[in-house]
C-alpha cells in the first residue's frame, strides 16, 4: 500500500521532534547528538522513514 509522502513527512517530523525532546531531557541537544553520532538531519530522516511509513500504514488501516 502506497501511502503518501506528506504523511510519511509529518510523521518524521513528529519523531524528530520526540527524539529532540528525550534528547533535551538527558541534558544534549539535537545539534549535540548529531555531531556525537557522526549523523546529519538527512541521514537520521532517511533512517526514520521506514519506521514512519509503518506507522502511516497503520494509522490508515485503522481509520
Avoid: C, H
Avoid at 520526540?18 to 533512517?47: A, P, V, W
Wanted: charged residues 35%.
Amino acid at each position: 500500500m502506497d501511502v503518501p509522502e506528506v504523511m510519511v513527512n509529518k510523521e518524521i517530523d513528529a519523531m524528530m521532534k520526540d527524539l529532540e525532546g528525550r534528547l533535551k531531557y538527558q541534558g544534549l541537544s539535537l545539534d549535540q547528538y548529531m555531531q556525537f553520532t557522526g549523523n546529519t538531519t538527512e541521514k537520521m530522516r532517511d533512517f526514520m522513514k521506514e519506521n514512519a511509513e509503518r506507522k502511516v500504514k497503520a494509522d490508515l488501516v485503522l481509520f
